[in-house]
Every structure is written in C-alpha cells, then in structure tokens.
Nanobody, 121 residues
Framework: QVQVVESGGGLVQPGGSLRLSCAASGIIFRLYAMGWYRQAPGKQRELVADITSGGSTGYADSVKGRFTISRDNAKNTVYLQMNNLKPEDTAVYYC???????????????WGQGTQVTVSS
C-alpha cells in the first residue's frame, strides 16, 4: 500500500520560515520524481517545486530564491524549506510522487492529504 504523508505546516508570520516534510512508503522512492504543489482557496492547484530522481530541481517563479526542495532517499523523504514567507504563500501544500516508465510510458502518481500553511501577522 502506497502512502504519502506531509507534515510541518502551520501558522507563521510574514518573513518567517517553515520546513515541510513528505514521507513516502510502498514505492521505490529513489525512482520517483517528487513535487510540492499548493492550492489556495478559490484557486487551482499549482506546482511549487519539484525534484527528479536524479536530483534536478525546478521552482515556480513566485518562490525562486525563497524555497528549496531537497530529498533524502535513505529516509524516503522530500523536504521543502520555505524562507521569507509571504501572505500569498498561504495554501494547502500537497506532496506528489510520480514515476514514468521509460519503456511503457505508464505513469504512477500518488498524492498526500495536504498540510495547511498560513502566513499571517
């Protein structure tokens, strides 16, 4: 059974920091690309940052220079370090694990339940 579990959300003041964690089980974690998405009320879910199985990273323009994604394959965990948080970063943050077979192109994708991040004074 595959499980993807986020943690680390909470309430933080503008300019503060949080570190989100996402632990995955039931998959060969090192083969999966991992991504952090967020969804604010009334808005579509958007990609925040992702990291490939090889460790290459990508970021949304809105978080570049403030957020850092990293992974620890030994712990089956991906992290999102969020610094200099702004009120517009308020959202539910979701973790996604995705694997695409290079042979069949079949894709496996798993989501966590989300963790709330609220940036407010």
């Amino acid at each position: 059974q595959v499980q993807v579990v986020e943690s680390g959300g909470g309430l933080v003041q503008p300019g503060g920091s949080l570190r989100l964690s996402c632990a995955a089980s039931g998959i060969i974690f090192r083969l999966y690309a991992m991504g952090w998405y967020r969804q604010a009320p009334g808005k579509q879910r958007e990609l925040v940052a992702d990291i490939t199985s090889g460790g290459s990273t990508g970021y949304a323009d809105s978080v570049k220079g403030r957020f850092t994604i990293s992974r620890d394959n030994a712990k089956n965990t991906v992290y999102l370090q969020m610094n200099n948080l702004k009120p517009e970063d308020t959202a539910v943050y979701y973790c996604n694990a995705k694997y695409t077979s290079s042979v069949t192109l079949r894709q496996n994708s798993y989501w966590g339940q989300g963790t709330q991040v609220t940036v407010s004074s």
